[in-house]
T-cell receptor
Framework: GDSVTQMEGPVTLSEEAFLTINCTYT??????LFWYVQYPGEGLQLLLK?????DKGSNKGFEATYRKETTSFHLEKGSVQVSDSAVYFC????????????FGSGTRLLVRP | GAVVSQHPSWVICKSGTSVKIECRSL??????MFWYRQFPKQSLMLMAT?????????EQGVEKDKFLINHASLTLSTLTVTSAHPEDSSFYIC????????FGPGTRLTVT
């Protein structure tokens, strides 16, 4: 079945460091791909998305490119801030008629001043 | 925008009582809403799909008689945890579909 695999956390970085959180997926067809962010004690916020191969989603300095050949959607940011500390979830939509979201396990990011 | 709210944000109840959680889409109509459960430091588990005007569709392993879902209008879905027990303590998150899924802030339920 469809699935999403994320790198295990926590990821600890110093402020202004470069961030990469790896995400790979298994799916039949061509799912849409998402990154969601969850700040402590809150629900999920859509960070960015991509709907077809080679699309690049971007928002708030974060980017991710839909790579069909490597079935990946890695999240990157050139210079992280303390306020980016959160849990990041990679997700895809099922390719059946339900279009339900399938989430990865989440990666916790901690940015130190 | 696409704002989804939940109420209450946190609730404590005694074992054996029932608790109702509301999910509202504030600035759009949503024929489909979803309810998720999240355990500490874990991912989201889809519990059910709530469809306006019809019965909810539950995921495998979710007790429909324990987690009652009602989607009475295009902007409101409710989740009622009946006869709650400590193992039902969790973070419950709803989402509403407007093209993509937009999530509420979550409700933390603690059953004592």
């Amino acid at each position: 079945g469809d699935s999403v695999t994320q790198m295990e956390g926590p990821v600890t970085l110093s402020e202004e460091a470069f961030l990469t959180i790896n995400c790979t997926y298994t799916a039949t067809g061509y799912p849409s791909l998402f990154w969601y962010v969850q700040y402590p004690g809150e629900g999920l916020q859509l960070l960015l998305k991509a709907t077809k191969a080679d699309d690049k989603g971007s928002n708030k300095g974060f980017e991710a490119t839909y790579r069909k050949e490597t079935t990946s959607f890695h999240l990157e940011k050139g210079s992280v801030q303390v306020s980016d500390s959160a849990v990041y979830f990679c997700a895809l939509t099922r390719m059946d008629s339900s279009y339900k979201l399938i989430f990865g396990s989440g990666t916790r990011l901690l940015v130190r001043p | 925008g696409a704002v989804v709210s939940q109420h209450p944000s946190w609730v404590i109840c005694k074992s054996g009582t029932s608790v109702k959680i509301e999910c509202r889409s504030l600035d759009f109509q949503a024929t489909t809403m979803f309810w998720y459960r999240q355990f500490p430091k874990q991912s989201l588990m889809l519990m059910a799909t709530s469809n306006e005007g019809s019965k909810a569709t539950y995921e495998q392993g979710v007790e429909k008689d324990k987690f009652l879902i009602n989607h009475a209008s295009l902007t409101l879905s409710t989740l009622t945890v009946t006869s709650a027990h400590p193992e039902d303590s969790s973070f419950y998150i709803c989402s509403a579909r407007k093209g993509w899924e937009y999530f509420g802030p979550g409700t933390r339920l603690t059953v004592t």
